[in-house]
């Protein structure tokens, strides 16, 4: 049985058991402050866990996308060490919302392993919930019960709290859970040693396969445990572990699930999967970290620097380095995989097909660059080499992190270079600087979040802001946020017309006013499906009454400026094809940021086409289209275009400026007509990353002013140009007579450089044969300083040159020897230059024959001369 058959039996069992089958959400996570990534299959139905939205269905199933690479659930470093971890996986997963519970659950689990499946019973095991004392947890019983008239009494374990009571998260619900193992080992193997003491003991061939986890308990801020008024339950199948299982594979990676990634990346290395455990680790990271790289892109997650794009970054790093060091990969390779993973994933998650080219243009263009940073980083290495020396063959700690942390090289790969160059690594230095960044980062995110105050039980938030700027509204529940720097409030109302932020849109501000008071809303913000209002201070009456009012005229600027951004999205397409789309917006009241796929840069007569077309539909003043609740399959016969990376239901709403132009699948705010826009004026073009372009516009009142700032920069250019009609004419004749000036004073200064050659060859101290000339002297620039350096070479023989120079108010040295010193006297010019460097308090380095150094302190210049006659002697007399 393939991998797709697999997958689909899966599908195709619970919805014969009555279950709605959806497809997977997004990887990348965009409107919970808890996750940057699904790492779970229950992820993205935590809000029908908490309560916060009634589930559209009692029961669901699917296939998810999962990422585990930060936080809580972090199994990136035994990626391609062992046989079952990954960093992207999928999760089978079945649901019930208040349905059925553990007998189905159980019974059923059963079934499709061992009937549909058919795996041998008496190769799985199965665990309950042992209960825990400290929590006042009973043994779960029931389970027990019910796995009995399954499965013989000596092949149910118990599990301890760690691994039979499962929990989202530092609170929120859980409850316990019940595993099903299964024993992938031989025959012989089994006979030697019983299979239930390896359960839940990191045994590569005895590995858990599926969770029901049965939520009974709702876990609170100070620890203690709750009664959910609904018992639910959630289940999670690794599919690529099912996949070994069904398909009597010992690793995850010899299944169809990866085999044809493994053999395209072996044929490339042009080596042999199998024969070498550091090329075959090599290649099994890089067909598992393929796999995360090329869905988060196509989900809406670049690389970057930050939060969710830095991990994404690391782990394509981490594939490059492992190409890099042991399969010789000196060109982007990694982005050739992306069109393997497309065609194997096409009928399940076409969205990668769908985005192929621009996925691996982004992949190779991060490849390029991390290969640049590599050399910039080996670079540093050799620079640093003598100092690591005198340090007893060892880099130490600061600089191994430093490695890391700027130029991207992990501990084990400044390890190996270290090893070629007869050196060690502090990596108990490493260790220490690690953690203290650790520390830095923990101290600038630590939050502490109290328990939600509930004020008026199962009530939920509706949203009024498309048609109204005041409403009605009581709380509904509210917590407190305590950071380092500030405290705040979460309030949740049964009714608001604020917009929460999504979808690029900020949230809005405004204030909540009741009979006795009024408070400030300092934005609001969506925490999966709960609005939130923040504010610096409780209402005194909880219970009141009040009137929520937003900032219209902020939300006035704010709809101006969405509605532009979808009158460019059509304009873009229309001046530079059917291939944009948009990758990310920024909409706020002063200001519309773009980015958008597109692999050069926009020039300026397109530029000028697009603001033209957008202004003539501002001018059209179109009125707004806006169909709310519309079936997702009908607005898309309708071509209304979806965002990739974004997480639909199964109703949109959908906003449309002439449905010939403009027609998008949106939850924002938006103007009545696009008459109202006023005007529209791009100020920016630019490059994001690769593939990705940015621009900015402005609208109404904020355009006008931008457009009159231009002209009266224009006017004052004018004035001092002294012309009032052909301003380009002047400034390229003041262009003009700045070259030719320019060319004067260089010429200038090269006669100035020959005759203080001159004068310097008539400074020579002879040393025992050796022509040593050390003075102060002054040029204009570095390449000036370069420039002497080697015409001194070509006069003076046997040569010892230090010139020490202070140019742009920096202190500089450079060393030159004659060839024949660095030959037969073993002298040499780095060396000498970084003894020297200590007197302006700064290093540096270079060739043998040549270096320069640079520093803090020019008030040491003076004294460079004078040392360097006293370091020559020291070397002649060595």
């Not at 014969?16 to 990887?27: C, D, F, G, N, T």
């Not at 449905?659 to 109202?676: A, D, F, K, P, Q």
Request: overall charge negative; glycine content about 6%; hydrophobic content about 40%.
């Amino acid at each position: 049985m393939n991998s797709a058959e697999i997958r689909q039996k899966f599908l195709d069992f619970f919805a014969s058991k009555q279950h709605q089958i959806v497809p997977s959400a997004p990887i990348v996570v965009k409107d919970d402050p808890t996750l940057m990534f699904i790492n779970s299959g229950m992820a993205p139905f935590k809000d029908y866990f908490l309560g916060n939205k009634p589930a559209p269905y009692k029961r669901i199933a699917d296939t998810q996308k999962c990422l585990r690479v930060s936080g809580k659930h972090n199994d990136l470093e035994e990626v391609g060490y062992d046989t079952y971890h990954h960093t992207m996986f999928e999760m089978l997963g079945n649901w019930s919302f208040g349905d059925y519970f553990k007998k189905e659950a159980l019974e059923w689990s059963w079934e499709l392993l061992t009937e549909v499946y058919k795996l041998p019973k008496d190769r799985l095991y199965v665990s309950v919930f042992q209960g825990d004392a400290s929590e006042n947890l009973e043994m779960d019983q029931d389970a027990f019960n019910i796995w009995k008239t399954m499965i013989a009494e000596d092949r149910i374990l118990m599990g301890n709290k760690k691994d039979n009571f499962w929990e989202m998260g530092d609170t929120g619900p859980c409850g316990p859970c019940s595993e099903i193992h299964v024993d992938l080992r031989t025959d012989e193997e089994r006979v030697q040693v019983d299979g239930k003491s390896l359960v839940n003991n990191d045994h590569p061939q005895v590995v858990e396969i599926w969770n029901n986890v049965f939520m009974e308990f709702n876990r609170l801020a100070d620890g203690s445990l709750v009664k959910l008024p609904a018992q639910h339950v959630d289940t999670g199948m690794g599919f690529e572990r099912l996949c070994m299982a069904i398909q009597g594979k010992r690793s995850n990676y010899d299944t169809d699930v990866f085999q044809p990634l493994i053999q395209f990346v072996a044929k490339e290395a042009g080596v042999v999967y199998g024969e070498n455990e550091k090329t075959d680790i090599a290649i099994r990271v890089i067909s598992d970290h393929i796999r995360a790289i090329a869905f988060t892109i196509a989900d809406g997650q670049l690389p970057s620097n930050n939060k969710a794009g830095y991990v994404i970054r690391r782990i394509l790093r981490r594939a490059v380095r492992y190409g890099f060091t042991f399969l010789d990969f000196k060109k982007p390779f990694l982005y050739k995989l992306a069109a393997v993973l497309a065609d194997q994933m096409e009928t399940v998650f076409p969205e990668l097909k769908q985005q192929l080219s621009f996925v691996q243009r982004v992949i190779e263009e991060e490849e390029n660059a991390f290969l640049r940073t590599l050399e910039n980083g080996l670079k540093r290495l050799d620079a640093l080499e003598a100092k690591f020396k005198e340090n007893n063959n060892t880099i130490d700690g600061k600089t191994a992190f430093e490695l890391y942390d700027t130029f991207g090289f992990p501990l084990d790969l400044t390890a190996l270079i270290a090893r070629e160059k007869s050196l060690t690594v502090d990596e108990a230095g490493f260790g220490v600087e690690m953690e203290q960044q650790k520390n830095r980062s923990r101290n600038a995110s630590a939050s502490e979040q109290s328990d939600w105050v509930i004020v008026q039980p199962d009530v939920t938030t509706e949203f009024v802001g498309y048609d109204c700027n005041v409403s009605d509204s009581h709380i509904v529940r509210y917590r407190q946020v305590k950071t380092k720097t500030k405290s705040e409030y979460h309030i949740v109302l049964d009714r608001t017309p604020f917009y929460a932020e999504s979808g690029g849109q900020v949230g809005d501000t405004g204030y909540l006013v009741s009979d006795s008071e009024q408070i400030e809303v300092l934005d609001t913000k969506k925490e999966n499906d709960l609005i939130l209002h923040i504010a610096a201070k409780l209402p005194q009456n909880i219970e009141a009454a009040f009137r929520s009012e937003i900032d219209f005229e902020r939300r006035n600027y704010i709809r101006k400026n969405h509605s532009a951004t979808h009158l460019l999205h059509a304009a873009l397409r229309k001046v530079l094809g059917e291939h944009v789309q948009q990758k990310g917006s920024l909409v706020n009241e002063k200001v519309l940021r773009f980015d958008f796929s597109h692999f050069a840069k926009v020039e300026d007569a397109q530029i000028r086409e697009i603001e033209h077309i957008v202004n003539e539909r501002v001018r059209q003043s179109i009125p707004l289209e806006e169909q709310r609740n519309v079936p997702i399959a009908q607005a898309k016969e309708m071509g209304a275009t979806a965002l990739f990376g974004e997480k639909y239901g199964e109703y949109v709403r959908v906003i449309a400026f002439d449905r010939e132009h403009s027609v998008e699948l949106c939850g924002g705010t938006h103007v009545y007509n696009t008459g109202e826009i006023g005007y529209f004026k791009i100020v920016s073009e630019s490059s994001v990353a690769a593939g990705v372009r940015r621009i900015e516009a402005v609208t109404a009142k904020i355009a006008e002013d931008f457009v009159q700032a231009q002209l009266d920069e224009l006017h004052a250019v004018r004035e001092v140009l002294n012309t009032q009609s052909n301003v380009s004419g002047a400034v390229q004749k003041l262009q003009d007579d700045n070259k030719a000036l320019q060319k004067q004073l260089e010429q200038f200064e090269l006669k100035q450089l020959s005759g203080l050659k001159d004068t310097l060859a008539q400074k020579v101290h002879q040393l025992n044969g050796v022509n040593l000339v050390a003075e102060q002297v002054e040029v204009s620039n570095a390449d000036h300083l370069k420039k002497l350096a080697f015409d001194m070479r070509q006069v003076v023989d046997n040569l010892i040159l230090v010139l020490a120079a202070e140019i742009d108010g920096k202190p500089q040295i450079a060393v030159m020897l004659s060839d024949n010193l660095v030959a037969e006297k073993n002298m040499n010019a780095s060396q000498m230059v970084r003894e020297l460097a200590k007197e302006i308090k700064g290093g540096g380095g270079g060739q043998p024959f040549y270096a320069t150094a640079g520093g803090k302190d020019s008030s040491g210049l003076q004294a460079v001369p004078g040392k360097a006659v006293e370091l020559v002697k020291s070397i002649i007399n060595g």
